[in-house]
C-alpha cells in the first residue's frame, strides 16, 4: 500500500499549535500487549464466492465456499471474521448436498460446529449464504487507510452530478471480512474464485484470470475470475464501474489499465511505463514476475493512495492526470512502482504479521529508489530518497521500532517508520553488502518463501546466508531498535604535523550508541582518497596524514547513513565538495550552506552555479533557497533566473523562475513574459506566471483568471486563479466558484478553503453564502477522524470565523436589512456552540 499523499496532513502539521486541544489521557495500556502472529488453527485453502450487489441498498449479496485444513492439530470447530453481516445459512458440502452447521454469530466472528474432528490437512468445504452491509458497519481508519468498511459503493444510485458510479474494495488491514466470510489474517494464503453480476454496461476486475462472460436475461452479466496461486486474503479485490479499458502486454501476459473514459488517450503516458518495470524488477529480484496478469485500476474517493490487491492494484483518483499536468512530469510513477513491486514484497511474500508490515513497505518504498535510479538517474533517486528520510525525521517517531510488536492498533503501523525509515534502512544494506550480495538476498528471501509469509527473521536469515556474515548486529539496531543517530561532526587540521582528526560526536538523547562503517574520502584537488572507519563511541576521533591541508574530508561520502547531523566545515570546504564531490546530497549540503552565508560573494557564485546544475531538481531546490531579501543576492541571480524562465528545458523550472521573477521590481522588463506564460500549455509555468502577473498589479491577471476558469486547470493553474478570483469582488462568477468548491477533492478544498472563506465573506447574495458555508461544513466532516483535532479548530476559528463576523458586522450597520438579519441567524444555526469555542 502506498499511503494517501494528503495537503491536509501537511497543512495540519503547521496548524498544531493554532488548534491546541485539552485532551483526555492517552490509553497506554496496548503497550503491555505483545502482538504476535495469529496462530493457524484452519487453514484457508481455496475460497469461492457468488456475489451480487443491491446499489439502492449498497448491500452485497453473498455466497462463499471455503475449503480449508486444520493447519496440524485436529480441530472440530472453525472461527472465521464476518463483519456486520447477516448470515442465512452455513452448512457442510457433502458432495452435492449440504448439511446444516451449528453456528454462534456476534456481529464480528462467526463460530462454527464442524460435524467431526478434522486431522491435520484434512480437507473438508463450509458453505456460507450472506448480506453484507459495508455502510452498516462502523470501523476506526487510520493515517494510512482513513476507512476501513472493505467494500465501497461510490455514488451507487447516480444521485452526484459529474461523479461516476463505481464499486471498489480495500482489504488491509483486515477488511476483506466485510464483504466475504474468511480468516482475515496476513499469514493466511488461499487461491480463489469469483462470479460477479453487475449490470451490464459496467466492466469487471479481480484476481487472477477473466475466465468467462455470461449474459443473464435481467440486463445483468455475470463474470467468472479465477486466482490459481494462493495469496492474503486481504489482497482479494473487486472493481466495477464504466471504465476504458487499455491494454498492454508483457512476456504475452495482459497489462490493463482501467481508466475513466476521458482519460483513455493518456492511460498509457500515465501508466505505459509498467512493463518496462516488470521486466526491471523480475531482473534485480532474480524472480519472474509470479502471477497471471498485472492490472491498475482508478478509483473515486478511494480510502489511501493506492493498494497491492495481487494482480489488480487500485489507485486514488489521483493517478489520473490530464496531458497537460502530464508535460510537468508524471507524478504517479513512483506509486506504479511500489504498488507493482509489492507483487514481489507482499503479495509473492507476505509479511506474517502486522509487526513486521516493513518486510512489505521498506521494500515497496525502496523500490521507488531502484526504479528512480535505473529509469532516470543517481541524483534523482538521491533527490526523492532524500525526501523520504525527511519525511521519517519530521514525523517524530523516532520512539517506534521497525519491527513492532507493541502497537495501539494494527493501523498505526502504517506510519512514517514502516515505509521511508525501513526503505532508507535498505539503502544502507545495499551500501554496506554491495549490490550483488543486496540483489541475491533479495532473491533469496523470494525463493525460500514464495507463496508463504515471512517475518524479518526470515529476511535476516536470507541475507546472511548470501554473505556469510551474522547480520544480527545491523537487525538488532535497525529493525528491532528504535530513533537515528545525532551527530556532530568536525575536523582539526595540525599543518605542523601534517595530521587531519575527524570528531564523531554521537549526540542523541537516547544514550544508545550506534554502530557507523562509514566511508571518509579525503580531497585535494580532484584527487581523492577513500577510508573506512567505524564510529561506535559517543566520541570517535579518526585521523588521516596529509603533506598538504585537504581542500575536504567528507564523512559518509556515499551519503547513505540515516542521520541527523551538523557538519561543521567551511564554505571553502563546501564549495570543493560542490565541485568535486559529486553526489546530489553533497551537492545539495553546499547549496544549503552557501544559501544561509550569502552574505559572501563565494557564497553568491556558488548558489550562481547550482541554478545551472545538471540536475533539474537541484536547480529548482536552488531556486527555492534564494531569499530575495538579500539585495546583492537577488541582483547578482537576475539574469540566471531569467535565462532559467525563458530558456530551461524543463517546464516546472521555467515556471518556477517566472515565479522567482514576480518578486522583481520594476516588472516592466518581465510584464510580456508573464502575459505570454499564463497561456502556456505547462500548468505549472502557466499557474507561475499568473501569480507573478497579479502581484505586478496588472488588471490583465482577473481578466485572465476569469478566461482562464472556463477551462480545465489543474495543479499550480488551479491554485493561482482560485487565488486570484477569491481575491477580487467579482461576484458575477460566484455561482460557479460556490458550485466548484462542493465538487473539489479533499487535497483541493483544504488548498482553497481560506480563500473561498475569504470570498464568501465579502460575498453580497445570501443564497450563494449559505451554500458556501454549507460546502465548508460538509468539508470539515468529511476530513478522516485522524486529523479532525488539529483541523477542527481551524476551520471553526479562522474560515468559518470571518464569515460569521463580516456578516454579523454587514448586519449591525444595516439593522433593517431583513435579509442579512436573516442570513446572520442561518450562520448562527449552522455553526454550534462547540464549534464556536474555536473563534
Not at 491536509?8 to 500487549?33: F, G, I, M, N, R
Not at 469461492?48 to 443491491?54: A, Y
Not at 493498494?307 to 507524478?331: F, K, P, V, W
Not at 552555479?609 to 538579500?630: C, E, I, P, S, V
Request: proline share 3%.
Amino acid at each position: 500500500m502506498k499511503q494517501t499523499i494528503l495537503v491536509l496532513a501537511a497543512v495540519c502539521c503547521s496548524l498544531l499549535t493554532y488548534a491546541q486541544h485539552a485532551e483526555a489521557p492517552a490509553d497506554t495500556s496496548w503497550k503491555k500487549e505483545y502482538r504476535e502472529t495469529a496462530p493457524v488453527i484452519n487453514q484457508l485453502v481455496h475460497t469461492k464466492l457468488d456475489v451480487k450487489f443491491d446499489y439502492n441498498k449498497s448491500y452485497l449479496l453473498g455466497k462463499a465456499w471455503l475449503t480449508l485444513q486444520p493447519h496440524f492439530y485436529a480441530t472440530d470447530s472453525l472461527t472465521l471474521d464476518a463483519k456486520g453481516m447477516d448470515i442465512h445459512q452455513v452448512a457442510l458440502v457433502k458432495g452435492s448436498a449440504n448439511q446444516k452447521l451449528a453456528y454462534k454469530y456476534d456481529g464480528l466472528f462467526l463460530r462454527i460446529k464442524l460435524d467431526k474432528s478434522y486431522k491435520g490437512k484434512e480437507k473438508y468445504t463450509v458453505y456460507i449464504e450472506y448480506t453484507a452491509k459495508p455502510d452498516e458497519f462502523k470501523v476506526e481508519g487510520s493515517e494510512a487507510i482513513t476507512d476501513a468498511k472493505g467494500l465501497y459503493f461510490i455514488n451507487p444510485k447516480g444521485e452526484e452530478a459529474n461523479k461516476p458510479t463505481q464499486i471498489w474494495t480495500q482489504g488491509e488491514t483486515e477488511a476483506s471480512s466485510v464483504w466475504f466470510p474468511t480468516i482475515d489474517r496476513p499469514n493466511q494464503k488461499t487461491t480463489q474464485e469469483i462470479y460477479m453480476t453487475v449490470p451490464a454496461k459496467y466492466v469487471t476486475l479481480s484476481n487472477g484470470k477473466l475466465m468467462s462472460q455470461k449474459k443473464n436475461t435481467d440486463g445483468t452479466r455475470t463474470d467468472y475470475w479465477k486466482m490459481d496461486l494462493p495469496h492474503a486474503p486481504y489482497l482479494f479485490f473487486m472493481g466495477v464501474g464504466d471504465y476504458a479499458v487499455i491494454t498492454d502486454k508483457w512476456k504475452g501476459k495482459d497489462v490493463t489499465y482501467y481508466v475513466e473514459k476521458e482519460y483513455a488517450p493518456v492511460a498509457r503516458k500515465i501508466f505505459g511505463n509498467t512493463p518496462e518495470m516488470m521486466t526491471y524488477f523480475s531482473k534485480i529480484t532474480g524472480v519472474e514476475y509470479p502471477w497471471v496478469k498485472y492490472a491498475q485500476i482508478v478509483g473515486r474517493d478511494y480510502v489511501s493512495g493506492a493498494m497491492e490487491n495481487t494482480t489488480a492494484t487500485l489507485h486514488q483518483e489521483s493517478a489520473q492526470q490530464d496531458a497537460r499536468e502530464l508535460i510537468d512530469g508524471n507524478e504517479w510513477e513512483h506509486v506504479i512502482a511500489h504498488e507493482l513491486f509489492h507483487h514481489w514484497f507482499g503479495d509473492y511474500v507476505t509479511s506474517e504479521s502486522w509487526s513486521n508490515l516493513t518486510v512489505n513497505e521498506s521494500f515497496a518504498n525502496y523500490s521507488e529508489t531502484l526504479w528512480n535510479e535505473y529509469k532516470y538517474g543517481k541524483d534523482y533517486a538521491d533527490d526523492k530518497g532524500y525526501g523520504e528520510l525527511q519525511g521519517y525525521l519530521g514525523s517524530n517517531s523516532e520512539s517506534k521500532d521497525l519491527v513492532r510488536f507493541h502497537y495501539r492498533d494494527k493501523e498505526d503501523m502504517f506510519d512514517a517508520v514502516s515505509y521511508n525509515k525501513g526503505g532508507r534502512i535498505l539503502h544502507m544494506l545495499r551500501n554496506q553488502i554491495g549490490d550483488s550480495a543486496f540483489f541475491k538476498g533479495m532473491n533469496n528471501y523470494l525463493t525460500t518463501n514464495k507463496y508463504k509469509a515471512a517475518e524479518a527473521h526470515q529476511l535476516r536469515l536470507a541475507f546472511e546466508e548470501v554473505t556469510g556474515r551474522d547480520m544480527n548486529p545491523f537487525f538488532n539496531q535497525w529493525y528491532f531498535n528504535n530513533g537515528h543517530p545525532v551527530v556532530d561532526i568536525s575536523y582539526d587540521y595540525n599543518d605542523e604535523k601534517g595530521i587531519a582528526t575527524v570528531i564523531v560526536k554521537q549526540l542523541q538523547k537516547s544514550g544508545y550508541l550506534y554502530q557507523l562503517p562509514l566511508a571518509v574520502e579525503i580531497y585535494n584537488g580532484a584527487t581523492k582518497t577513500r577510508h573506512q572507519v567505524l564510529a561506535s563511541q559517543a566520541v570517535d576521533s579518526f585521523t588521516f596524514k596529509y603533506t598538504k591541508r585537504p581542500d575536504l574530508i567528507n564523512v559518509d561520502a556515499d551519503k547513505v547513513t540515516l542521520w541527523v547531523k551538523k557538519d561543521n566545515k567551511t564554505l571553502d570546504n563546501f564549495i570543493h565538495q560542490y565541485k568535486y564531490a559529486g553526489n546530489y546530497l553533497d551537492r545539495k549540503e553546499a547549496v544549503d550552506f552557501a544559501a544561509k552565508n550569502a552574505t559572501e560573494t563565494k557564497a553568491i557564485d556558488l548558489l550562481k552555479t547550482a541554478l545551472k546544475d545538471k540536475y533539474d531538481g537541484l536547480r529548482t531546490y536552488t531556486l527555492q533557497k534564494l531569499d530575495f531579501k538579500n539585495a546583492a543576492l537577488k541582483k547578482a541571480v537576475e539574469p540566471v533566473i531569467s535565462d532559467l524562465a525563458k530558456n530551461d528545458p524543463k517546464s516546472t523550472i521555467r515556471g518556477n523562475a517566472i515565479g522567482a521573477l514576480g518578486a522583481y521590481e520594476p516588472t516592466a522588463a518581465y510584464l510580456d513574459i508573464f502575459k505570454k506564460a499564463i497561456y502556456d500549455s505547462s500548468y505549472t509555468v502557466a499557474g507561475n506566471a499568473l501569480y507573478a502577473l497579479s502581484a505586478t498589479g496588472d488588471p490583465l491577471a482577473q481578466t485572465a483568471a476569469v478566461e482562464l476558469y472556463k477551462k480545465p486547470a489543474k495543479r499550480v493553474l488551479q491554485s493561482a486563479i482560485m487565488a486570484q478570483l477569491f481575491s477580487s469582488d467579482d461576484e458575477t462568477i460566484a455561482g460557479k466558484l460556490v458550485e466548484d468548491f462542493t465538487r473539489m477533492s479533499l487535497n483541493d478544498k483544504f488548498e482553497n478553503a481560506v480563500g473561498f472563506g475569504t470570498y464568501l465573506a465579502k460575498l453580497k447574495n445570501a443564497g450563494l453564502v449559505k451554500k458556501g458555508v454549507e460546502a465548508i461544513i460538509d468539508f470539515r466532516e468529511k476530513i478522516p477522524a485522524s486529523y479532525r483535532a488539529q483541523t477542527d479548530a481551524y476551520i471553526n476559528g479562522m474560515i468559518l470565523k470571518q464569515i460569521v463576523d463580516a456578516k454579523t458586522k454587514a448586519s449591525q450597520a444595516a439593522p433593517n436589512d431583513a435579509a442579512l438579519k436573516e442570513l446572520v441567524e442561518f450562520l448562527n444555526s449552522k455553526i454550534s456552540a462547540d464549534d464556536k469555542k474555536g473563534f
